[in-house]
Every structure is written in structure tokens, then in C-alpha cells.
């Protein structure tokens, strides 16, 4: 019955059934794909966390996101009070598209609130991604936040089952470009450079290093468009520019 019903498809479809059976079954799985990131990306919103030590512009990144603005001029927010802010689904414009996002929870970077407002958030969103922000300024308190974050990832199975990607996003850029360089910035911090890229390998989410400078709009838009497209379900191809 099997050879009859290969034969039928392939006298129609002038294909054999095997193939025939493949070809349906990766445009099955293609359309599960596209309605699963659909409803992440236009319904749900995709879940995310800001993470980074205090005044690294954690509370700014989520402002420009939800104004779909390139610069924030002047914005000086208040410190961030402990158990963090409520931020709500919204609409971004991110790149040509608009997507929902869901940060859930504006925290601050105080060290006290590491063991509580940040393991809560961690643990509450199960975020597909992790955007990790430090400056140019004291490196050793930046460093201890990251390592920190990385043994909660490590730590916490459950809560990084949904990590797609970490996002270490250097920002303030205006301020350290006329004086030094990225590389030279970041080789500050290669023990924890290594650590985190040897962690997404090994845990299998993408990681990436990104300056940018919020306030004048500088570097935002393409560390935004590579990082969304990093935690949505299907990540579209993208181009050299």
C-alpha cells in the first residue's frame, strides 16, 4: 500500500513520496516557526531584562524604547527605589518593525538589590534575552555586577531555559571615544569576556559586545536590531550594509 500511494504522489507531483512527505513537513514546521514568533513579537511581547550596575542607563535604554525615539537629550531619571518599577508590554519600533516588548520590571544597580530585585526578575520574566549595560567608570563594581549575573545564569536552570542571547552593552560612548577605543575598554575585562562567551557556548545563547550612546542616539538602533532579532522565535536574515 505504502509503494501504491508513493507511486500515486509521485504520478501527480512528479516528485517521489519521500520527498514529497519532506517537503510538507518542512512547510509545516516553517508555518509553526512564523505564527510562534507572530505571537511573541505582535501579542505577547518578547521578555527581556536590563541588568547593569547604578547610573549605567538602565532606566534610559527602557525610556528610549518606549518613546521609539534616536535621542533622549537632556532625560535625567530618579534613582530607581528597591523592588524596581513595573514597566508594562509596549510597542517598540525596532529597526522597520514594530515589535512588543516585554522588560516587566525596571530594577535598580545598587549592590543591595543584586540578591533580591534582580534573582526576582531573573526568575520572574524567564527572559530570551539579557541586556547587561556598564560605562567607562568604575570597572571593578561593573565587573563584580556581571560575574554576578553570569552565576545566576549558571545557577538558575529554570529561569535561563528561555536565553537566547546576553547583550554587554557599553554605553555613554560619548563621553570615553574621544579618549580611548572599545578594545581598549573592553581589555579591562577579558576574564569576564571569556567567561561569558565560553558560558553561551556551552549553554547555547548568543552573546555580544555593543557601545552605544543613549542619550545622543548613538549606536542604539543597530545594538536594538541585533539583539531583538537574536531573542525572537525566528530570527530574520540579515545583510552586511
Known amino acids: 500500500m505504502a509503494n501504491l500511494v508513493e507511486q500515486v504522489i509521485s504520478t501527480v507531483f512528479g516528485k517521489s513520496g519521500s520527498e514529497f512527505i519532506n517537503t510538507m513537513s518542512r512547510g509545516i514546521t516553517q508555518n509553526v516557526d512564523r505564527f510562534y514568533d507572530f505571537v511573541y513579537v505582535k501579542v505577547f511581547g518578547l521578555p527581556f531584562v536590563v541588568l547593569g550596575a547604578r547610573q549605567t542607563g538602565k532606566t534610559t535604554l527602557i525610556e528610549w524604547l518606549r518613546r521609539n525615539v534616536h535621542l533622549l537629550g537632556e532625560y535625567q531619571p530618579s534613582p530607581t527605589a528597591p523592588g524596581g518599577d513595573s514597566v508594562g508590554v509596549f510597542n517598540a519600533n ?5 515589535m512588543r516588548l516585554k522588560p516587566t520590571r525596571d530594577v535598580g544597580g545598587e549592590y543591595e538589590m543584586w540578591d533580591t530585585d534582580w534573582v526576582d526578575l531573573f526568575r520572574e520574566t524567564r527572559p530570551r534575552g539579557v541586556i547587561f549595560m556598564i ?20 545557577e538558575d536552570p529554570d529561569a535561563r531555559t528561555n536565553l537566547r542571547s546576553f547583550l554587554l552593552l557599553v554605553n555613554k560612548s560619548d563621553l570615553w571615544t574621544p579618549t580611548t577605543t572599545l578594545d581598549k575598554l573592553m581589555g579591562g575585562y577579558s576574564n569576564e569576556i571569556k567567561r561569558l562567551r565560553n558560558q553561551s557556548e556551552r549553554l547555547g545563547y548568543k552573546s555580544l559586545i555593543q557601545s552605544c550612546s543613549i542619550t545622543n542616539g548613538v549606536g542604539v538602533d543597530d545594538a536594538m536590531q541585533t539583539f531583538f532579532n537574536q531573542i525572537r522565535p525566528q530570527p530574520k536574515r540579515t545583510t552586511a550594509r
Do not use: S
Open 94 to 98: 525596532v529597526g522597520d518593525e514594530f
Open 135 to 154: 560605562d567607562h567608570t568604575d570597572m571593578l563594581k561593573h565587573k563584580d555586577a556581571l560575574n554576578f549575573v553570569m552565576n545566576l545564569i549558571e
